[in-house]
């Protein structure tokens, strides 16, 4: 499987946010972010053909079991990091959660296991 751009991981990201298990209509995604349908569209088609949703013609939009893990991946990958740069660093929380979604989508696996090493540590250490 092809790597995701940044946007497809915000589409299902946004998909698996709104959805919570339950389908999810394109005009409802298409105004969380605010984007237009037919750019949700594309955005759909490109996570379908990756194996990661489903959609019948002209219904809600469905994450499969494996766009689930993905999308579940990066929301804890956000909140570890946003929890660090509150928890740590106090940031104030919208800052915190808009700088945690730019880090989420750059920073390396290594790193990222590091950091959640380090907030444990500092969490069990007070």
Known sequence: MAELSSAAKEYL????MLGQGAGVRSVDVAAELGVSKPSV???IRILVSQGLAEQERYASV????KGIRMAQSFWKKEDIIRSLLEDIFEVEPEEAQRDAKRIAEVVGEGTFEKMRMYLNNFHYNN
């Not at 990201?13 to 698996?16: C, G, H, K």
């Open 13 to 16: 990201r946004v998909i698996y």
């Open 41 to 43: 569209n594309k955005a």
């Open 62 to 65: 469905f994450l499969t079991p």
